[in-house]
């Protein structure tokens, strides 16, 4: 625990202005960023008695170890940088709001030449009309098959749209008339964009006109006694009431407004957002999140804030917006969101009439998400923390492990070896920090060599990020056979190769070079967080403190295996002069916990959750390798002779294949027919043919069990030769 003391600026060094500042920790890591009116007031704040502080913010500038600010001009400006500093560091005492990529939104791509009705989640898209968001898919489903009565806008895929223009009939809805089929010309671009902007403003809340249309034109049918066209209208005017039903009317002079209401004990809060466009709600989301630190509900209503405005421009931004309480100051903040819609906003607590009682049911729906919210997650939470107290009892830790790594080493007969990392914290997987392993610096089959090569791998990286921001002295031991950790060697060089990249990124695949070729000095492709996942940040920080490799190092290292891999774990950290990280070992035969230097396991009782834990961090680390190793080795069985060609890419492969028909007459080809084929000279054809030559087979191919000699025309023609030659 560090004494603020030790950091505090010096007298008359914080301006007296508007600012932003960040404490880090001793590693470097932003874990807490705030903004404030006058930095020399709020910051002195901080560094008062500890008595004296909210034991939040007391928690908070001990484990800090340094303060930084940046001077702005306004407290606008100020509320700016502050979201966008929260936003990149993702700081641990942040309040922090996590749900809104989950929630649908109808979506309509008004940015195709032919839009499309789909359901949407995630960010916000350029070009792309967005309603909502729902609390659930299928209410944006039953909305939408209601309106294509009326609205027959496209809503299929691209691949359908594609594959019914190509063979000039319609899908289902086309049929059926929830599709007015644009993809065979029943309707022009132009006519089918008239389509979707009514559509737009039907979902805007313009309604009245268009029903007072529809009604009209089913009385002009039926007064000239066209009753088939009265009828059918009559029916789409009652699809879209019943739609228009689903969303009643909360307001009565067509207010645009946001509500947000705040539910919230002395741990954690919940937030409740209903969106009301034309009076009527449209759609609802909320969160809920632990008080990391010392808020009240104004802050809270702040974050809420900027959460959801963040990122939004225009009509995003609704004209109202009422909540429980407001920020104090509220200026800066209505102005930030005036600026960010381009017309004024009012920010307001409503007093009376419909919008005091809306906001009371607002208020009922926080409450009881917040009650949902302990009710699931108290069991959980409860288990949690006794599998780690467990884990820390029976490894004699000092505190529980809140960050724990395993790792794994998967091969298939001593070829592909590789490993992989997995992260869990406060007991969860953390995905965003898996890592993935290549094992190059030896050939065959050696499990502890290679635990021992991947722990040293992974605790050298956060050396070295020491050792470059001072807070380690010594130089890091080096093995014999490793090379300088920010090249790569190819396979085949014995050096070691350090290729690690997060889940959901292939590892670079190197070529074979020749015995005794100098290795290639290349800059590493540094790992980033995988897509789909949690958008938390990873690894060591730079200058500015972004995240760049690997985070700071966890209190327990668990890797797959007895005492063996253990005592290699155990070596490689004690060569590089780690001495504060625990190692264990969980052996699959009997699900016994090893401990370096013990002749004897710790055994914890089956129904223990501390074991439970250990053993879904086990089995997550076993099938992140198993399914890397998996991947390397499939395509490496998919590779074909024309792979070896230097400097041959996909596109002229393909051209190739498609020229001779077949690898078999492609190899029988002289270097002049080759040179036929479109974009490939004369040094490639060259290149080609000798390298067609080499990888030739050395006999035909034989039917074991007739004998006869199988032929390689059809075996290597254009589809499988394409699938053949994937790099």
């Known amino acids: 625990m560090a004494d603020p003391s030790s950091y505090r600026p010096k007298p008359g060094q914080i301006p007296d202005s508007p600012g932003v ?71 641990r005492f942040n309040v922090k709001y996590r749900d809104d990529k989950s929630y649908p939104s109808l979506a309509v791509t008004l940015n195709e030449e032919f839009p499309r009705v789909q359901v949407m989640r995630g960010p916000k898209k350029k070009g792309v009309r967005y309603f909502g968001p729902y609390a659930h898919a299928w209410a944006i489903r039953e909305t939408v098959d209601l309106m294509l009565r009326v609205f027959p806008v496209r809503t299929c895929s691209a691949g359908v749209f ?28 132009g006519e ?17 006109t268009y029903l007072r249309r529809l009604e009209q034109r089913m009385q002009e049918a039926a007064e000239e006694m066209e009753y088939e066209k009265a009828a059918r209208l009559r029916d789409d005017i009652g699809a879209l009431k019943r739609a228009m039903e689903k969303n009643a009317v909360v307001l009565a002079d067509a207010t645009d407004a946001d509500l947000i209401a705040v539910a919230e004990d002395e741990l954690e809060a919940a937030v409740q957002i209903f969106h009301v466009r034309g009076g009527r709600v449209r759609g609802q989301r909320g969160w809920v999140t632990d008080k990391v630190e010392a808020v009240d509900t104004a802050d809270l209503v702040e974050h809420a804030l900027q959460q959801l405005y963040g990122e939004e421009r225009g009509d995003a931004v609704p004209k109202e917006v009422l909540v429980p309480a407001v920020p104090d100051p509220a200026e800066p903040v209505t102005q930030w969101l005036t600026d960010r819609r381009g017309s004024r906003v009012d920010l307001r607590i409503p007093q009376r009439g419909d919008k005091k009682d809306l906001m009371a049911t607002v208020q009922r729906n926080a409450q009881q998400a917040l009650v949902l919210h302990k009710t699931k997650r108290a069991s959980d939470l409860t ?25 794994d080493i998967s091969h298939l007969q001593g070829e592909d070896v590789v490993a992989s990392m997995v992260v869990f914290e406060d007991g969860l997987a953390r995905k965003s920090e898996y890592r993935r392993f290549q094992i190059k610096s030896f050939a065959g089959q050696d499990d502890v060599r290679s635990m021992h090569e991947v722990v040293g791998r992974r605790f050298r990286r956060y050396l070295q990020e020491k050792q470059r921001t001072g807070e380690w002295e010594e130089e890091p031991h080096e093995e014999p056979t490793a090379v300088p950790e920010d090249t790569e060697a190819p396979q085949g060089t014995g050096a070691l190769q350090d290729t690690e990249v997060p889940q959901g990124t292939e590892a670079p695949q190197d070529t074979d070079a020749p015995e005794g070729t100098p290795a290639p000095e290349r800059t590493p492709v540094l790992p980033e967080a995988a897509p789909g996942e949690s958008g938390e940040s990873s690894g060591p920080l730079d200058d500015s403190g972004r995240p760049k490799r690997f985070a700071y190092p966890p209190q327990l290292v668990v890797v797959d ?38 002749d004897d396991p710790v055994v914890l009782p089956r ?47 393909q051209a190739l294949l498609k020229h001779f028909g077949s690898l078999k007459r492609l190899r029988a080809a002289t270097i002049e027919q080759i040179c036929e084929v479109p974009g490939v000279g004369r040094k490639t054809a060259e290149t080609v043919a000798a390298a067609l030559t080499r990888a030739a087979p050395a006999a035909p191919a034989v039917n074991t069990a007739t004998g006869e000699i199988i032929e390689d025309e059809t075996a290597t023609a254009v589809p499988s030769a394409n699938r053949g030659t994937r790099s």
Do not use: N
Not at 172 to 182: E, Q, R, V
Not at 395 to 407: K, M, Q, T, Y
């Open 21 to 91: 500042y960040k404490f880090r920790d001793e590693h470097g890591r932003v874990i807490y960023v705030g903004k404030a009116k006058s930095l020399r007031q709020r910051l002195s704040s901080y560094f008062q008695d500890l008595a004296g502080l909210h034991p939040r913010t007391r928690t908070m500038v001990t484990t800090a170890a340094a303060v930084e600010w940046t001077v702005v001009s306004t407290e606008v400006e100020a509320l700016q940088l502050e979201y966008s500093w929260i936003k990149e560091f993702d700081p």
């Open 162 to 189: 594609k594959r019914s223009a190509q063979i000039g009939r319609p899908c289902l809805l086309g049929y059926i008339g929830k599709c007015s089929a644009p993809c065979v010309g029943r309707v022009t671009a």
């Open 192 to 208: 089918h964009r008239e389509l979707a902007e009514e559509f737009c403003d039907f979902m805007a809340g313009r309604t009245g």
């Open 383 to 407: 288990t949690r923390s006794r599998a780690l107290e467990e884990i820390a009892v029976a490894l004699d830790l000092d505190s529980a492990p809140l960050r724990i790594e395993c790792f």
């Open 561 to 598: 295996g007895g005492q063996p891999q253990v005592a290699a774990a155990q070596r490689a950290l004690e060569e590089l002069g780690i001495d504060d990280v625990a190692v264990c070992g969980l052996a699959k035969r009997l699900e016994e916990v090893w401990l370096p230097g013990e």
């Open 607 to 653: 129904s223990s959750e501390g074991l439970y834990l250990l053993q879904r961090i086990r089995d997550e680390a076993h099938r992140f390798a198993i399914s890397y190793q998996r991947s390397k080795r499939a395509k490496s069985m998919k590779a074909g002779p024309l792979d070896a060609v230097p400097g041959l890419g996909e596109s002229r492969k």
